[in-house]
């Protein structure tokens, strides 16, 4: 079946210093895979997602790259703010229901 | 203005009960979903509807049924309820629901305790 995993659940660092979120996968068809963004007390927003045609998507400074020889689709950013703190979740979409899979999320917090 | 609009935003209920949770999207929007997140488990899928056909059902328990009275209504109504029924219900739309990459719209969420 189709699954994600996010192996950190929580990432402290200091501001100014880079991001790297952890995201795999598993899926039996050629997948879809998204990054959305919680910040506290508001509803998820999707952050940015993969191309088909092997582009890497960039949104807000962040972004990430499908690699699908290590089933993986990270999240980076170069440089960390405090206004990036919050929970962000990897997500698939696989099958023709449009069904999206989210993993169990990582909580950033960053520092001053 | 928030084009998802979940109602209430806030939900007390005792063991046993019934609630029924409103879900409205301004989007124009052919989809409609809702999605559970509890300290258990984030962000769980429960349904999918796409021109107000269920498409997808990922709830194991019949306690919860979506009632789509029109193309932009989702709500989701909740018998004999558990105290883990307790979470935050995220109703969401996207364009079609059809296979492709689309983006899912939130609405800001309906927070039920069962006491």
């Known amino acids: 079946g189709d699954s994600v995993t996010q192996t950190e659940g929580l990432v402290t660092l200091t501001e100014g210093l880079p991001v790297m979120l952890n995201c795999t996968y598993q899926s039996t068809y050629s997948p879809f895979l998204f990054w959305y963004v919680q910040h506290l007390n508001e509803a998820p927003k999707l952050l940015l997602k993969s191309f088909t045609d092997n582009k890497r998507p960039e949104h807000q400074g962040f972004h990430a790259t499908l690699h699908k020889s290590s089933s993986s689709f990270h999240l980076q950013k170069s440089s960390a703010q405090l206004s990036d703190s919050a929970l962000y979740y990897c997500?698939?979409?696989?099958?023709?229901?449009?069904?999206?899979?989210f993993g169990d999320g990582t909580q950033l917090v960053v520092k001053p | 203005d928030p084009k998802i609009i979940q109602k209430p935003k806030y939900l007390v209920a005792v063991t046993g009960s019934e609630k029924i949770l409103i879900c409205e999207q301004y989007l124009g929007h052919n989809a409609m979903y809702w999605y559970r997140q509890s300290a258990k488990k984030p962000l769980e899928f429960m349904f999918s509807y796409s021109y107000q056909k269920l498409m997808d059902n990922q709830t194991a328990s019949s306690r919860f049924q979506p009632q789509s009275s029109k193309k932009n209504h989702l709500d989701l109504q909740i018998t004999a309820l558990k105290p883990d029924d307790s979470a935050t219900y995220f109703c969401?739309?996207?364009?079609?629901?059809?296979?492709?990459?689309?983006?899912?719209?939130f609405g800001s969420g309906t927070r039920l305790t069962v006491l």
């Open positions: 969401a739309s996207s364009l079609t629901g059809g296979p492709s990459a689309e983006t899912l719209y």
């Open positions: 997500a698939l979409s696989a099958n023709s229901n449009n069904r999206i899979f």
